[in-house]
């Protein structure tokens, strides 16, 4: 059994910062890779960023990239999604998300949403022209 639960959603003006987090709790955090994924109304669930077990690679959704920066703190069982110079369409819920797998795992892995056996509840953030 793995729980998520996400924070830090909020409204905030084009150009402007948010940091979300993700607790997790249920399993050895620091064994397991993280992701985070959104979705907008209308559209489907899309990835964003991921982070290996020792947070040694990191991988980008290329619409945020050189914009967003993935981090995690094993020790506080906490995975975290910087956004800088967020724009409008950036819109969405964020959701957090623990893979089925461990280890060292691809590119390919991360970015699969079947690849992720557990998801939180989803923290809010809009973005206003």
């Known amino acids: 059994q793995v729980q998520l639960v996400e924070s830090g959603g909020g409204l905030v003006q084009a150009g402007g910062s948010l940091r979300v987090s993700c607790a997790a709790s249920g399993r050895t955090f620091s064994s ?36 967003f920066t993935i981090s995690r703190d094993n020790a506080k069982n906490t995975v975290y999604l910087q956004m800088n110079s967020l724009k409008p369409e950036d819109t969405a819920a964020y959701y957090c998300a623990a893979p089925r797998g461990s280890g060292y795992l691809a590119s390919s892995y991360y970015r699969t949403q079947d690849s992720y056996g557990y998801w939180g509840q989803g923290t809010q953030v809009t973005v206003s022209s």
Not at 35 to 63: C, H, L, M
């Open 32 to 67: 397991y890779g993280m992701g985070w994924f959104r979705q907008a109304p209308g559209k489907e669930r899309e990835f964003v960023a991921a982070i290996s077990w020792n947070g040694g690679t990191k991988y980008y959704a290329d619409s945020v990239k050189g914009r």
